[in-house]
């Protein structure tokens, strides 16, 4: 017990630091800020005539602490209230939000409790000089007033801040500190080789193809020679010929002459075919005349390959990536040991779900 207090104590500052980094573990996200809209929302016919009702039923135990339909409530009206603050006058939109994310709260708070238990069972608290400090810090200097405007007594208040701060550094201890002894820099290295695979440095091929088609192979042949001189000749961007190109079709019999969009594809894509062609061309430059049978008619197709662009792109160095990476297993890391603290702690304590079906909603709008 001694270590694990010095253990949080020096780590404080550091806790304060991180704590954004892994809340997501303490408080889910709850994903449908894209489908609340205002003036779909205030508008709605249901807005004067519909009441947002709370069936107050027990919906968890964890152990002898009942989590009650009006405790999911209030943590969803926080969240609701701090990320929609145009929509709190909407029963709708509040309604859907609380739909959409009962559940997640439900999980939070029950794992809440859990650690809450954890932290009792070793005799964890935080000092009255710390708790005082944080009250000061979130209360501001008129702690009482800023209370009452709140409606919430200095014990409720302490309490809570209490439980939050104990549940952080229960979790900075069990989850965030382990993740962080297993995130050595032999894991960066290798994810680093693995990111090398998927994005090497490479080059980006800008393209048309001229293909000429023809019912009889030595009207083709002469045709794709004709076209080849002519853009030589020219030497311009094929799709500014086009017309040009159309004229020139007209002079041999069920021929076609085509110029396709401009392809831009990486050399990792690009097929092999192709990029034999393009690799020897120099920038704004025509390849030689290319045959091949079509898979589509049997038919003979000579193709012109213009090579309008080449990009190099390097790939990402170490010291680029490596705090990204290290990031990626950090959360994934998090999430990890995350899952099985809790499911240990769901094994030590006793937890009962009391939601009666699947369908089960404890709100309702009618």
């Keep these: 017990m001694i270590i694990f207090a010095t253990i949080c104590c020096k780590s404080k ?23 609340l809209n205002a003036n779909d929302f205030m508008n709605s016919p249901l807005e004067k005539t519909a009441n947002l009702n709370v069936n107050n039923t027990v919906l968890a135990k964890v152990e002898d ?24 006058g909407s029963k709708s939109a509040r309604f859907q939000f ?15 409790e859990l650690i809450l238990l954890d932290a009792a069972k070793r005799s964890f608290n935080i000092s009255d000089a710390e708790l005082t400090e944080e009250t000061e810090n979130r209360y501001g200097p008129n702690v009482i007033l800023n209370l009452q405007k709140q409606n919430l007594t200095l014990e409720e208040a ?16 069990f989850i965030r500190a382990k993740a962080e002894q297993n995130i050595t820099p032999s894991q960066i290295k290798h994810s680093f080789r693995l990111y090398l695979k998927e994005n090497p440095s490479q080059e980006i091929y800008s393209y048309n193809v001229i293909s000429i088609r023809c019912d009889d192979d030595k009207a083709s042949n002469l045709a794709a ?25 007209k002079g041999y019999k ?37 045959s091949q049978v079509s898979r589509i008619n049997n038919k003979k197709v000579a193709r012109i390959f213009y090579l309008k662009d080449l990009e190099k792109v390097e790939a990402k160095s170490f010291d680029e ?16 040991i995350a899952e099985k603290y809790f499911i240990r702690l ?4 006793l937890v009962e779900h009391k939601i009666s079906s699947k369908d089960f909603c404890p709100f309702t709008f009618e």
């Design 13 to 35: 500052i550091k806790l304060k630091i991180s704590m954004k980094f892994f809340i997501k573990i303490l408080i889910p996200f709850i994903g449908i800020a894209p489908i």
């Design 65 to 88: 602490r009942a989590i009650t339909a009006l405790d999911v409530k209030k943590r969803l009206d926080t969240s609701f209230e701090r990320s929609f603050p145009d929509l709190i």
């Design 98 to 112: 609380y739909q959409t994310g009962w559940l997640q709260v439900l999980d939070e708070l029950i794992n809440n």
């Design 158 to 173: 302490q309490k809570m801040l209490s439980d939050e701060m104990v549940i952080h550094r229960m979790m900075y201890y």
């Design 225 to 249: 020679k004709e076209i080849h001189l002519l853009l030589q000749d020219k030497n311009q961007d094929p799709k500014e010929l086009e017309d040009l190109l159309k004229e020139k079709e």
């Design 254 to 290: 069920n021929c076609s002459i085509n110029v396709s969009n401009l392809y831009k594809v990486s050399s990792k894509d690009l097929a092999l075919s192709h990029k034999n062609i393009l690799k020897d061309l120099k920038k704004n430059s025509f390849s030689d005349i290319s």
């Design 321 to 336: 990536m490596a705090n990204d990476l290290k990031t990626k297993l950090m959360e994934k890391e998090l999430n990890q």
């Design 346 to 349: 769901k094994n030590d304590y």
